[in-house]
């Protein structure tokens, strides 16, 4: 009796034990769950937090750039405003100056100073009566991309003495794409809905023209000169055709060899920009008779081809762009006007927006005062800023 009071005393020691140990166990496990659900609160709270700040960051960021973007608008505004007085000034100080009586006390060098101001004068006015074009360009102000048609290379121009728009789609072919405004070809699906002029002979390289109703163009035959070829529009006939000494493997523009010779028209009338050889490093530039197509003089520009891609005239003046092999931002850095009325280094540095790739022509309209670009496929108009020239 007493062996067996004994083992129920152990068994219920032992039993006791374990219940103590498993409760203490339990214990320790919910301890460890309350903790973790702890710091999951706190992370979840951290989080939100976080989120909060976040989104507050955001906001207030994007008030700051609607700010800067208004300040940015306003700064323009102010520039170009001051840009403006700044010219009217200059030019009430030539007035003032060339209209102001000579000193009294005048001493006989300040005299010769102010007749040979006189003389500038007078050869300036005599100048403007001989050229309606006084004026280069100061800057490009805005950037227009109409739309995207037809292949990397090309040409599109409006003649100035319509609304028609011409598309020249590629590098060669005997067709042209006519349409009856700028709006039209913008919302135009492509060329098809466009009128299809089609010419006797093929046009070589994006150098064509349109003036007065009138299509100049180049033709290039194998083994044969490079001739200009004056086409009517309106009647579908060619009028007359000029041969040109060009060597047919010259490309005027470094960067674009379709580009044989470059035809160009601005307020003073038909313009041929091409290269007498491949050997020859420079520009050279024609004054043609639209009418006749006689050549009335040549000058070399001293604008050298290596890195070209396109040029313009406007007011006697050519503008020639570079680039880079790897297509960078175009730039005009080198002019030559006809007229000597101004020198190289008398005009700024312009830089064309940034785009797509390289320009494959460039045609001025001087009614409109805007370049019409045709970028690795896409159309593009921008809009230029003059101011007078200095007579040097």
Known sequence: MKAVLVLLVSTAWVFTGAQYYYQGLMDYLENRLLTIEDRMQFWHEQSHRYHTELQDFKKLTAEAMVVLKNE??????????????????????????????????ANKADKVVEQGSVVIFFLYFLFSLTSDCVEIISGIRS?????????????????????????????????????????????SPGVTSSTQIKVP????????????????????????????????????????????????????YNLNPETVADLAADDEGLWLLYATGDSEPNISLAKMDPATLDIEQIWDTRCPRENA?????????????YNTRLASRS????????????????????????????????????????????DDGYQIIYRVTMKRKLLV
């Open 72 to 105: 940015h608008g306003m700064l323009i505004r102010d520039l170009e405003g001051a840009a403006v007085r700044m010219d009217r000034v200059e030019r009430e100080i030539d007035y003032v100056e060339t209209h102001s009586s000579p000193r009294a006390c």
């Open 143 to 187: 950037v227009k991309i109409l739309k995207r048609v037809g292949s990397p290379k090309g040409m599109w121009t409006r003649d100035p003495r319509s609304s028609k728009v011409y598309v020249f789609n590629g590098t060669t072919g005997d067709r042209i794409y006519q349409f009856n405004s700028v709006r039209d070809f913008s919302h």
């Open 201 to 252: 002979s093929e046009w070589s390289g994006p150098g064509s023209a349109v003036y007065n109703g009138y299509l100049y163009y180049i033709k290039q035959e194998f083994g044969t000169d490079v001739q200009v070829v004056k086409y009517d529009l309106l009647s579908g006939t060619v009028i007359d055709t000029a041969m040109f000494p060009v060597d047919n493997h010259a490309a005027v």
């Open 309 to 321: 891609e396109a040029a313009f005239v406007v007011c006697g003046t050519v503008y020639v762009v």
């Open 331 to 374: 730039r005009v850095q080198c002019i030559f006007d006809v007229n000597d009325a101004m020198i190289n280094e008398e005009a700024p540095l312009l830089y064309f927006p940034r785009r797509y790739g390289a320009h494959a022509s460039l045609k001025y309209n001087p009614e409109e005062k805007q370049l019409y670009g045709w």
